[in-house]
């Protein structure tokens, strides 16, 4: 009788394509086999997991991270550290996460930023992990680094920026990263907002004297987005359709040109997150500084709009659901969202209010109990298009026996757990709030299993995974529809036939 390291039986298992009743066996950290249901509850295993007809799913992939980054917009710094980060996405039921190796302006290589990203997520991880390469600095060294980045560093994808002082390209200079990322096989990410109207707008709202953390939201118009999004898909377009994601989508608009530009069969896709589909600019109107705990960019909607989101995500509109996990501490007047607060701006001052939410636990629970997609799309969008949109497919995101990693996140059957509401307390990051306090979650993941060892069992001791055992993660080219594949049919970007 052949002998495992686990078995899971009674499963309802999930994929991006099927929902259907298997035993699973894992040895060697593999899928080996997927078997009747009931099946292997004999088998000859190290451990056996009765899953009760819960659902069982590819281990959440979150391909949008910010852990341990350098202060770069002002006094605010990161709250969660690559070992609380990781610790809270796998009690959330992540296997993987992507996080990012930023190159700041005033650093000419792109290795560096990597080198020094290497060193604080190294042994310090529960899950296993890859980086996007942030570039703040397009310079010659670091364009002519592209090449080992894809070939021997494991890194196929890059962010840049369209906003923000410390961060925003021109438009000759992102033409330069998406021919340099085109010719590499690298899929360029691309942060869609109009930095210099937000100025604009920023300077006039000041200039009125409203500075409340709700403002915020009207210095981020909608047609920000909009304008960026429609100018990042044009010069793609201009580059021979080069591939493109658009991170963090808030607004119809901006996800009806997408759709467009899909549909004419360019190469672009997109990603949305938790807040534009839970939270609304309602949440950043409260009593006092409360607001401040919901301010991100772009910021969350109006209702209608946040509907149009969820439409999006069902409709295939946006490849991938992410938290775009961006943690500052609200009651912290050194690093975090209260270095906004001063005597004369009591509320704060929302140009200096840190940008971003913790989001990097709760993204699972919360899609899943709204209900709203499918079995089969909830996996799609979480983990399986993440894998194969950053080269981790078919290794990551799936249940293929023989190829894929046993990534696993077991749920509660039933209404076996009973719903809660969401409090702070019962999160893992280093984060003295979260902005879906008192939601109501209707499942949790029960085990998160990595490479098959269990690593978060929540009913036997939570977290019982190593920081250590997260590993790196080399990446291949997307192959998400076969991007670069078609591109080298097509051949190089030829100015001369513009």
């Given amino acids: 009788m052949d002998s495992y390291d686990l078995v899971i039986i009674n499963g309802l298992c999930v994929t991006a394509a099927d929902v259907a009743p298997y035993d699973i066996a894992v040895k060697d950290e593999k899928i080996v086999l997927l078997a009747p249901s009931g099946s292997l509850a004999k088998a000859n295993t190290k ?19 910010h852990l341990q980054e350098p202060s770069m917009f002002g006094k605010g710094s990161c709250a969660d550290s690559f070992e609380s980060g990781t610790r809270s ?21 792109v290795l560096t930023a990597l080198a020094d990203a290497h060193a ?14 942030l570039v703040g600095n397009p310079s010659p060294t670091a364009l002519s680094e592209f090449p080992r980045l894809a070939q021997s560093e494991g890194v196929t994808s890059l962010k840049i920026y369209m906003t923000y002082v410390a961060l925003q390209l021109r438009d000759n200079e992102i033409l330069s990263v998406l021919l340099a990322a085109r010719q590499n096989h690298i899929l360029t990410m691309i942060h869609a907002e109009n ?3 937000l100025s604009w707008l920023t300077d006039q709202l000041e200039a009125a004297k409203l500075f409340a953390p709700k403002y915020h939201v009207n210095s981020h118009a909608p047609m920000l987005e909009s304008e960026a999004t429609n100018r990042a898909i044009a010069l793609s ?55 401040a705990k919901c301010v ?51 509320v704060g001052r929302f ?28 996996v799609e969008v979480s983990s399986t298009n993440a894998a194969k949109l950053y080269g981790l497919y078919p290794r990551k995101g799936s249940m293929i026996p023989g190829v894929s990693d046993a990534d696993l996140v077991v749920w509660y059957p039933g209404k076996k757990l009973g719903e809660f509401a969401l409090t702070n307390g019962m999160l893992h990051h280093d984060v003295d709030y979260t902005p879906y306090e008192g939601r109501t979650i209707g499942n949790w993941p029960r085990y998160t299993i990595l490479r098959g060892k269990v690593i978060w069992d929540r009913d036997g001791g939570g977290i019982i995974g190593e920081k250590s055992f997260g590993k790196f993660l080399e990446r291949e080219k997307s192959s998400m529809n076969e991007i670069w594949e078609t591109i080298e049919e097509e051949g190089p970007f030829n100015v001369e036939a513009l």
């Fill in 237 to 291: 377009s201009l580059l021979a359709n080069t591939p493109i994601l658009l991170v963090h989508i808030s607004e119809p608009a901006a996800a009806l040109r997408i759709r467009q530009a899909q549909t004419a069969g360019q190469p672009i896709f997109a990603e949305t997150c938790p807040q534009y589909l839970f939270l609304t600019r309602d949440d950043l109107d409260k009593p006092g500084f409360e607001g």
């Fill in 195 to 197: 930095g210099d109207v």
């Fill in 120 to 133: 604080l997520a190294k042994d310090n991880c529960y899950c296993d992990y890859g980086f996007h390469l």
């Fill in 351 to 378: 140009r200096h209010i840190p940008n971003g939410l913790p989001g990097i636990e709760t993204r699972l629970p919360l899609a899943l109990s709204a209900r709203k997609l499918t079995l089969t799309k909830f």
């Fill in 47 to 65: 451990r056996l997991i009765d899953a009760e007809e819960g659902y069982v799913m590819p281990g959440g992939i979150d391909s949008h991270v």
């Fill in 89 to 109: 996405a796998i009690a959330g039921g992540n296997t993987t996460i992507v996080a990012f190796a930023p190159q700041q302006k005033h650093v000419d290589s």
């Fill in 296 to 346: 991100c960019a772009p910021p969350p909607r109006d209702r209608a709009d946040q509907l149009a989101i969820w439409t999006g995500l069902k409709n295939g509109t946006f490849t991938v659901l992410s938290s775009d996990h961006c943690p500052f501490r609200f009651d912290d007047a050194e690093t975090g969202k209260k270095t906004s607060v001063t005597q004369e701006h009591p």
